[in-house]
């Protein structure tokens, strides 16, 4: 608990302090990570359920996965992780999350200042035309399970969720992201493997402008050696966080 009232510290006594989260904070709310041990990516072409090149080849390639793990998107309700971050910045000491999740469950936790580096899964456009669709994940859903895909009311070409596909460049957020870690003197990094870029350099902005970085992760990162601290039990780190904000 001494090692946790020291970050807490850390947490008041910061400028500029913002979170990095990845897909490691959601396996608390039931939503399988990429890369873990019971991760997405363990599973025969998973990667292809992102890639930009297949959906256009075939986007029930995705839309498969869609079905099948939508409501737990839908149903997952925040970790005692995006809880505590929405808290802290409630209380003025967050200024951002920055993150890689599409899960929208900072914001169901109540963070007002998400930025999302890999998209948002709020919308959806046509990969044709380019054209942003009014439908939502509950039209695209309804759609699915009578094995119909979402189609633009413009020109019938496929409909894409906003979300950022391995081939498609990044959204705008990210430079949104990059402007808020260059200003960080402290940034939290949760439940990520610093293994997808270019988001994965976001923590590295801010060490390399002198400020310093936290890492709470169940894994090795490659920046471990470079972290002011550094802890593996997200959940447990959280619940005491939880007691002194």
């Not at 019938?156 to 969720?161: E, N």
Request: charged share 25%; glycine share 6%; aromatic share 8%.
């Amino acid at each position: 608990m001494a090692k946790i009232g020291e970050l807490y510290e850390k947490i008041k006594n910061a400028r500029h302090c913002v979170a990095f989260t990845g897909a490691g904070i959601s396996t608390l709310s039931g939503i399988r990570d990429f890369r873990g041990k019971n991760g997405l990516y363990n599973d025969t072409d998973a990667e292809k359920i992102f890639d930009l090149k297949y959906f256009s080849e075939d986007p029930w390639i995705f839309y498969n996965f869609m079905k099948k793990f939508i409501d737990d998107f839908q149903n997952s309700k925040p970790s005692i992780v995006h809880n505590v971050l929405a808290k802290l910045e409630k209380s003025g000491r967050l200024k951002a999350v920055i993150t890689q999740n599409v899960d929208l469950l900072h914001q169901k936790a109540g963070s007002e200042n998400v930025i999302e580096v890999h998209g948002s899964p709020k919308s959806y456009h046509c990969i044709k035309c380019n054209t942003v669709s009014n439908t939502d994940n509950e039209a695209v859903v309804r759609l699915l399970n009578k094995n119909e895909l979402p189609k633009c009311e413009k020109c019938s070409g496929i409909l894409k969720p906003s979300i950022t596909f391995f081939g498609e460049a990044m959204p705008k957020d990210i430079e949104t992201a990059r402007i808020n870690a260059l200003k960080a003197d402290f940034m939290l990094v949760l439940g990520t493997s610093l293994n997808v870029y270019p988001a994965a350099a976001i923590p590295e902005i801010t060490l390399r402008n002198g400020g310093d970085i936290v890492i709470v992760n169940d894994a090795q990162t490659q920046l471990d050696k470079w972290a002011d601290m550094k802890f593996q039990d997200l959940e447990s780190v959280f619940n005491d966080l939880d007691k002194l904000c």
